[in-house]
């Protein structure tokens, strides 16, 4: 390679990197603003001079405010953010599809009708079943994707309309569940699948905490291997990596974090 070619190519890296540390850096900042907004904004809003005796616990009110209500939901929506980026990120990884994500291979779906049959069982008041349910319908779905993909060999395009096809299903069984509920389940059903942090607490936090944090650093030890697979799975295989085991562990791995989320 003539030197200024080489030249060329380690300029574009740097500033590529660079582009990544500048796109983080300004994430991070993004972060922090959001959080101090949603300390100061809420049904009693509070000034500077409140929020930091109350962090450190000094004021009965604020303190109550921040760490009972204002802290867990902030605490959760940044879990819940970084769980279902990841699992996209990863989708994205072991498919090489920019469309792949917890949503488009059923894994979502199937998770929303394991917390809707712990709904109607009577068990979603507990703070661990819902997550459980989830989980276990989560888990079941992406080895319900394998078992389809496998007889396709594990292609890619195999595992998204596999996911595609479980997410019809276990939509219309969640519609089916909600036909024959009653109204105040039916109530309860819709108003979770809405989504909100009025009813996040420690508890809960700490649930997602163990489904999503774990994970992260598996997955960055994997990242070399994904990097590749981005390539094809014919340039990963010949480089030595084992394509099928990758993409098997990291979607089990997208499945956990989406049931955390969830």
């Not at 004021?59 to 769980?83: C, E, K, Q, S």
């Not at 661990?128 to 989980?135: G, N, R, S, T």
């Not at 595992?159 to 909600?178: C, D, E, K, Y």
Request: proline share 3%.
């Amino acid at each position: 390679m003539p030197r200024s070619s080489a030249c060329s190519t380690t300029v574009c890296y740097k500033a590529f990197i660079a582009r990544k540390v500048l796109c983080i850096t300004m994430i991070g900042l993004l972060l922090v603003i959001s959080i101090l907004v949603a300390l100061h904004t809420g049904a009693a809003e509070l000034s500077t001079a409140e929020i930091l005796p109350g962090l450190a616990g000094k004021t009965d009110y604020a303190g109550n405010i921040i760490w009972h209500l204002r802290l867990p939901r902030i605490a959760t929506a940044f879990l819940v953010g970084w769980g279902l980026a990841l699992s996209g990120t990863l989708s994205q990884a072991i498919l090489k599809n920019p469309l792949a994500s917890p949503y488009t291979l059923g894994l979502a779906a199937g998770a929303g009708f394991g917390a809707v049959l712990a709904i109607v069982s009577g068990q979603g008041r507990s703070g661990w079943c819902v997550p459980v349910f989830a989980l276990f319908l989560s888990l079941g779905t992406s080895l319900i994707i394998l078992g389809i993909s496998r007889l396709k060999n594990a292609t890619a395009e195999t595992l998204i309309l596999a996911g595609v096809a479980v997410m019809f299903l276990f939509s219309a069984l969640t519609s089916f569940i909600q036909y024959i509920s009653t109204m105040e389940e039916v109530h309860e059903i819709v108003f979770w699948f809405f989504g909100s942090l009025s009813k996040t607490g420690w508890q809960e936090t700490g649930i997602m905490t163990l489904m999503i944090i774990p994970v992260f650093f598996p997955v960055m030890c994997w990242s070399w291997d994904l990097n590749i697979m981005m390539s094809g799975d014919e340039a990963a295989r010949s480089l030595g990596i084992n394509v099928t085991r990758t993409r098997n562990k990291g979607l089990l791995v997208v499945s956990l974090m989406t049931a955390g989320a969830i």
